[in-house]
């Protein structure tokens, strides 16, 4: 039962993505559908900074203060924001405004108090690809080497310090842990796995069974076994590995259309196109180490992002400057 409402879920959540579809058909819809992409992370930015200084936040072993504001999971805040980013700097290129400068800087705010370091990822890497479109002169390439260099001997000097600030260890830790709950439960129901939904309840009896200790048991516990925090480890627990596989297949799919959108351009498109696909090439390896964001359970609030960029990718030409 439990799978068969989460499979209606994910039906209602595709029939509104196909609504969408129809819908965005003009240049306004277009422009409309971003912005409030971007109101929707400036709400959020402002409900967290209210919680940083007045409200709930997340006091962390090691001192880190976080806060998802009107999320109660952090990173869930941070994979919106990150979204909105990418939309906030979409609408720059179109209408070369300086006020979504500002909201921009608003956002990235927002992201850094989350404490997301999935979505901070995903938000470098996409900036790494949008920026593939330039060539890098000499001297951005010395001076990245340079920065490079000195990171390194940071690091290398200040390893246990830096390990302790970015939270690394005890979250790497608790993440291997979910890790092999998903990849366990994948290799004992390899075809047609558990069911949708239902790692949160068969997960717990995996975490109760490792050589662990106990209080990370009850560090996991504590908000249940839900994800795996890989969407792939995921998919493959709930709906087995030939799921997993189909899954693969749509996101090759949906990065093949992408990446042939960029080679098709005019020179005039290549901005969106870039932006796109690095938007498409963050969120796939953010979904290593988080499982919602593309397609986790029908999230109407977090999993439809995804599916908004694809929907405005098919539709950009009809209305395109």
């Known amino acids: 039962m439990n799978s068969l409402i989460f499979s209606a879920r994910i039906l209602v959540f595709f029939l509104l993505i196909a609504a969408l579809h129809d819908w965005m058909s003009t240049r306004f819809r277009y422009l409309l559908f971003l912005k409030a992409i971007v109101l929707s992370g400036l709400v959020l930015s402002a409900s967290i900074f209210y919680s940083r200084f007045f409200g709930t936040v997340i006091r962390e072993l090691e001192g880190a203060v976080r806060a998802g504001g009107i999320y109660s999971n952090v990173n869930s805040a941070g994979f919106i924001l990150y ?36 979505s901070m990822l995903a938000l470098a890497i996409t900036a790494v690809v949008y920026n593939l479109r330039f060539r890098l002169t000499k001297k951005i390439i010395v001076l990245a080497t ?7 001997a940071g690091f290398f000097f200040f390893k246990d310090k830096i390990i302790l600030n970015l939270r690394l260890e005890r979250g790497l830790s608790a993440r291997q842990i979910l890790y092999d709950v998903g990849a366990d439960v994948a290799m004992d129901y390899p075809f047609f796995g558990v069911g949708l939904g239902n790692l949160r309840e068969i997960g717990v009896g995996y975490v109760e069974s490792y050589p662990i ?26 709906i087995g590995i030939f799921g997993a596989f189909v899954l693969l297949l749509i996101l090759l799919s949906i990065g093949y259309k992408y990446f042939r959108g960029i080679k098709l351009a005019s020179s005039n498109e290549k901005n969106f196109y870039f932006l796109v696909w690095g938007l498409f090439v963050g969120l796939v390896i953010r979904n290593f180490f988080e499982s919602n964001g593309i397609i986790n359970r029908g999230w109407i609030t977090i999993d439809i992002f995804f599916w ?10 009809r209305f395109a400057k």
Do not use: M, P
């Open 83 to 118: 979204v909105s980013l990418v939309f906030a700097f979409l609408l720059y290129l179109e209408a070369k405004k300086r006020k979504y400068i500002i909201f921009i800087a608003v956002l990235l705010i927002g992201l850094f108090i989350t404490g997301s370091r999935a």
């Open 146 to 152: 340079i920065g490079f260099i000195f990171a390194g």
């Open 213 to 238: 200790s106990r209080w990370q048991k009850d560090e996991i516990l504590k908000l249940t076994v839900q994800s795996s925090h890989n969407v792939y480890l995921e998919t493959a627990a709930e």
């Open 308 to 317: 908004i960029a694809y929907v405005i990718f098919l539709r950009y030409r």
